[in-house]
């Protein structure tokens, strides 16, 4: 496959798998001007779905570092009213909108202020945009675009063809037909969670190296996986890839110990060999090789960031793990194998539950699965249920 | 000077001279994304002129293509609401706004179907941006970024860099204090068109090989040049660059022949050694060794594309003219030699003689000027005064 074709195909699964676009739909693309030939083509592959109308939206960290360096301290996290009225009225439109990741420079506003630098958001778009994913008012993808400063991060050295091969495995490229691969794949993560739902365990333990922890669920709590369902009835995939089984735990009980089982990539501080301690739901250790302190300060940045507010279930099967590197994107890593996320949870998933969901504005996941890690569920009895045994699903 | 440091100095020009930004403004810019290193240049120069929040917008013609080749019908003039709340809201904080140009591809569209490339137009957004321009709504500026594409339709071959230098010497960025040479030639214009405007010429008379040409002016009619003023009194420069003194003649009274001393060029066709005959004001034959039947299809658009609607002077001293080049783009082009446009006038010039000033949906600017060429201003007795003798200006 060339890479014009490559490029084409992962357009079609972003517009057919991620968005699923409706005949007459509206279509917004955002991404970075480094990510130009992706928006392109998603944008070709968009009407050629039917849709009405493709905005192609671009930003650019340059600017926003222009602004970071020189520009005046009131209008840092100012949002432009006009961005507010274009997701409103994508959303009143019942549209559907992408969002392309894969940073390109990384170090690029390191030399500046960090708190200007972290003042600089503009958390009235970030806020409905968010508000729109939660209330399903907006059919939505998350997908990546290889690039040279992305692939620098990883490699070392700016190898975008090597990254590229990565990505591809990663979002099933390399199937006979993607699309069709993807449909496969989604109906085998919506049967695990719909056993694992079905089950209704009242906690799920983890026991490994370094490991044995055991997270409460809370009853009545759904698991979910790949697909999510707009009010309209419209079905999308809002991450490529993705390989996860997942809920949401009861925060005040999480008791044991836990270790990382890949290296945890945080605001450009790479944290190794984490373990963190649990009693009655909070984190009351944290070591780690390098990079703890990044993992303390996040710990304290509210009540609820101590406690947990996922919990993942990936086996070795993943495409994205049996790749074996780490790719500094959550969007790819938190795929690769089982995962806890210290921060907030998914009140949606709890539905009578949700004063025990947890409540923070950090959400970091960690991964801690992998082929010596095995995974059970446990009844109420007590009794265990093997999940994940030598990183293969043995639950059904 | 270095690509940097030149690429710098020209964001400056833009920001100071061309906007004149003043503290705490909001900035535009609109751009495509092969313009990035010149918006991001931009960016910088307004936030240190004292910008309150600078807004970069990038257009994509390879989404546009997607949308002329794959979209509905329906939608090809569709203006998506929250542009048009873009401009209100810029222009409702006084602010200023950047457009830059310099097709990156001029044939990006020419294998798709014309009539759809031509009905692909945000009309509404269109409109609104040149009523803010008409009533001074707004600062604003237009300026070129010289890229690959640009070049090669210049010179046959991507010689950024050669562009570049051309670029550069026509916004006289070779001065050792751009601004301040700024300063001066806007001056020196100012000082051409209130003679022009003192002195009330009944008529402006062409005189060279293959030109004889009286064009009548209205009585009471003003002559402009590089500044524009807003509603709120702050000046700038719209255009980058400029030479020209212009006014709107009297759409009745163009009589003679002239002969285009620059080649036109005209949505893709070159015209070469253009002629026209005037009687009472209308075109009534067109000659060209190449493209006349492009300027007579402009001429049959509508009842006034066959009248003049602009007269501008222009003498050998034009940083733009020594140059030499046809730059393929009317920003610099217009502004090598004096010259004429068929089509549209500016009713702003000739307070209560509004209605002879020409009005058609067409405005063709196209070069009539050259060391062969003599201007003089006609009096309402008939005696003849040199405006411009041997390519130099002599009137005071």
Known sequence: MGADERLEAYARLIVRVGLNVQQGQDVAINGLVEHAPLMRAVARAAYAAGARYVDAFYGDYHVKGAQVELGPEGSLDWTPPYLLARLEDLAERRGARVSITGDPDPDLLAHLDQRRVGAARMTRLEDLSLRQV????????????????????????????????HVAEAVRLDAPDPVDAWERHIALLRERAEALTERGFDAIRFRGPGTDLAIGLLSGAAWDSA?????????????????????????????????????????????????????????????????????????????GAAMLGELALVDGSSAV?????????????????????????FPLLAPGAEEHVNSSA????????????????VET??????????????LS
């Open 134 to 165: 939660v209330e399903n008012r907006i059919s939505w993808v998350v997908a990546a675009y290889p690039n040279a400063g992305w692939a620098k991060a990883i490699f070392g050295e700016p190898d975008v063809e090597r990254l590229w091969q």
């Open 227 to 303: 697909e999510a369902v707009t009010t309209w009835g419209q079905r999308h995939v809002p991450n490529l890839p993705t390989e996860e089984v997942y809920t949401t735990p009861d925060r005040r009980r999480t008791e044991g110990t836990v270790r990382s089982t890949r290296p945890l990539g945080l605001k450009g501080t790479l944290v190794r060999d984490l373990e963190l301690r649990f009693r009655s739901g909070r984190v009351v250790d944290v070591k780690a090789s390098a990079g703890a302190d990044a993992v303390r300060a996040q710990l304290a940045v509210d009540e």
């Open 362 to 377: 950090v959400h970091t996941d960690f991964m801690i699965g992998g082929p010596e890690v095995d995974v059970v569920g």
């Open 381 to 394: 009895s007590g009794a265990e249920v093997p999940i994940i045994r030598d990183d293969a699903w043995v």
């Open 321 to 345: 793990g049996k790749i074996g590197i780490t790719f500094l994107n959550t969007l790819f890593d938190e795929n690769a194998t089982s995962h806890i996320a210290y921060g907030a949870g």
